[in-house]
Nanobody, 116 residues
Framework: QVQLVESGGGLVQPGGSLRLSCAASGSIFSLYVMAWYRQAPGKQRELIGTITNSRRTNYADSVKGRFTISRDNAKNTVYLQMNSLEPEDTAVYYC??????????WGQGTQVTVSS
């Protein structure tokens, strides 16, 4: 089992940057693929991207070139660096830890609001 604690959300102006963190505990962090999702009001949860233990990443088209996922296995933490933020990026952001064949574990979510 894995427990995930997210932090770093808040209010940011359009064009600004924000870095989210997701700290994991309770299992062997390096065995898990980590993913970031977001859910805007009235919309389904959207996959932002993933990062494997070998640091291979995949991103949704909507965030390519603006968002970067990284992980620090020594700190049991995954990060989401968000640049050039737009109002359309406003959502609750979630991290997820999973291994193949499992549904994974979810963090509690952190609110990101992009507004003037």
């Amino acid at each position: 089992q894995v427990q995930l604690v997210e932090s770093g959300g808040g209010l940011v102006q359009p064009g600004g940057s924000l870095r989210l963190s997701c700290a994991a505990s309770g299992s062997i962090f390096s065995l898990y693929v980590m993913a970031w999702y977001r859910q805007a009001p009235g919309k389904q949860r959207e996959l932002i991207g993933t990062i494997t233990n070998s640091r291979r990443t995949n991103y949704a088209d909507s965030v390519k070139g603006r968002f970067t996922i990284s992980r620090d296995n020594a700190k049991n933490t995954v990060y989401l660096q968000m640049n050039s933020l737009e109002p359309e990026d406003t959502a609750v952001y979630y991290c997820n830890a999973y291994r193949p064949g499992t549904q994974g574990y979810w963090g509690q979510g952190t609110q990101v609001t992009v507004s003037s």
